[in-house]
């Protein structure tokens, strides 16, 4: 997939659908309109939100690299909790993978999902 560079972009919101797939709406420094789709959303935790909500970046990790401290964050176990091992172990079982969302203001954000598709979004209501 290949990813603009939303580095002094906008994460502009998001919303879950019925299928429960989530939508990240996200604006790139020039203006770029894009949806981000993560699908098999199996744990998400978003914090910081604000108006702005300005992206330093976003880092994706495959189910190898995915951590303990991000199966801590998005479980909400304590720092060093063999709960949080498990979790990992069953992540890395599912091939799962991580999207984290780093701020130079506002949202943080951290997605444990499946699979994702990045779709330019139109705005214009005459297309």
Known sequence: MNIPNFHDGRFDGFWI???????LF??????????????GVQRLSLSEI???????DLVF??????????????Y??????????GFLQEAREKGLHVLEI?????????FLFQTSEIRETNLDPNS
């Not at 990790?61 to 998005?74: C, F, G, V």
């Open 50 to 56: 604000r108006e702005g909500n300005i992206i330093f």
């Open 26 to 39: 996200l604006r790139t420094q020039g203006g770029e309109r894009f949806t981000l789709v993560l699908r």
């Open 17 to 23: 659908s019925a299928d429960e797939a989530v939508h």
């Open 61 to 74: 990790r495959d189910a190898e690299r995915l951590t303990i401290s991000d199966m801590e964050e998005l």
């Open 102 to 110: 780093n701020p130079s203001y506002g949202a943080l954000a951290l």
């Open 76 to 85: 909400r176990v304590d720092t060093g909790s063999p709960k949080a091992a």
